[in-house]
């Protein structure tokens, strides 16, 4: 089969890897740079948290997931996974049960009440009687290295094709094909669509219409030197236990500090400047000042904002199926990244109508 892929985000280079091993044709087209440093995808770093403390089968999938980038790494050559861990921040009658779904998806947990841990990470200021668990099997994706080796692996394939800088403009889901800006048709055998932020343009209006877009800004930070080590023994923490929803990523592998929240993330009409505004780098800091010991902004060294999509219904991505060989798979923000070895996989078995059989699929209940 030729399967066009649309959009060379983190999904578009997984799935175009994935069409290539299943012995496929695929081209890969991107309106920019491939990978395109302007994507959603594109950033230092991701994480890999499992614990989904109500959905114990979204947390085996995340285990799976966890696995799966293990076998991406060794299939691409590259160091692209650091498997540190990650930290959350419950309330003590949570603790058990976290342990519990963890264990049952196949993964370690170790606990901490307040004094361990204030007295193990004593680089964060917890609130006050916090508790937490740590999962084993969870990590940081090193993204900007994952999306330079997929390119680097497809380059090297005489069944890939990598088309640059060609906006699709159209797509024809009765005879699978795609239109380019300057007229150009590429037809094949099924087109698979992942282009992020920009899926909108794509698709008909009442999917588009179930389509919110969102611009969330981060912040890296350069820690002190005299810090670096227990700064790099950190692991990712996806909540504070605080109302802001703040998230924070180690140092890792020459990474910056990278922190976020919810609370900087907001609903907006287009996609535009990734740059960091100063209201919302001086909102972050302020969050975090009181959390993160001696932050402030001295200690940043850039910002970044992205952009994803959400389903209007259900806050989550969105797989729309145009025609019998055209799929569409609209993102959600840094869940899709942890989650897309499983998604592509998914994905260019629905497009190429291969039979389900052993290997691993995405569960309808992952975000």
Not at 80 to 94: C, F, Q, S, T
Not at 280 to 295: K, M, T
């Amino acid at each position: 089969m030729r399967i066009v892929v649309v959009g060379a985000g983190v999904i578009g280079l997984l799935s175009a890897v994935q069409i290539v091993a299943d012995g496929h044709r695929v081209v890969l087209v991107d309106q920019a740079d491939i990978p395109f440093a302007g994507s959603t995808s594109s950033d230092w770093h991701r994480v890999i948290r499992a614990l989904h403390l109500d959905d114990p089968v979204a947390t085996a999938d995340a285990v799976l997931a966890h696995h799966q980038w293990l076998r991406l790494q060794r299939l691409l050559s590259t160091r692209i996974y650091e498997p540190v861990g990650a930290l959350h921040v419950l309330p003590a009658d949570d603790l058990a049960r976290a342990q519990q779904v963890l264990s049952g998806a196949g993964s370690g947990a170790h606990l901490f009440g307040p004094l361990s841990l204030a007295s193990t990470y004593t680089q964060i200021r917890f609130p006050d009687g916090a508790t937490a668990v740590l999962e084993d099997l969870a990590g940081v994706l090193l993204a900007d290295r994952v999306l330079a080796a997929c390119r680097g692996w497809l380059r090297q394939s005489p069944r890939a094709e990598l088309v640059p800088h060609r906006a699709v403009v159209a797509v024809d889901a009765d005879n699978p094909a795609v239109r380019l800006a300057d007229g150009e048709v590429l037809s094949a055998d099924a087109v698979l669509l992942t282009a992020g932020a920009w899926s909108r343009g794509l698709l008909p209006a009442p999917l588009a219409d179930e389509l919110v877009l969102c611009r969330q800004s981060m912040v890296f930070c350069g820690v002190p030197a005299q810090d670096a080590a227990v700064w790099s023994a950190t692991p990712p923490i996806s909540t504070f236990g605080t109302s802001n929803g703040g998230w924070l990523v180690p140092p890792i592998a020459g990474t910056p500090l990278k922190l976020s929240a919810a609370s900087a993330c907001r609903v907006v009409t287009e996609v535009g400047d990734i740059s960091t505004p100063a209201y919302w780098r001086d909102h972050l800091v302020e969050e975090f000042a009181p959390l993160v010991r001696g932050l402030g902004a001295d200690w940043l060294t850039g910002g970044r904002d992205a952009y994803y999509l959400m389903r209007r219904s259900t806050g989550g991505p969105m797989v729309a199926v145009l025609g019998e060989r055209v799929v569409s798979y609209a993102a959600c923000g840094g869940s899709s990244f942890k989650f897309a070895p499983l998604i592509a996989r998914s994905l260019v078995r629905q497009v190429s109508g291969a039979a389900a059989g052993a290997e691993p699929v995405l569960s309808p209940t992952v975000p």
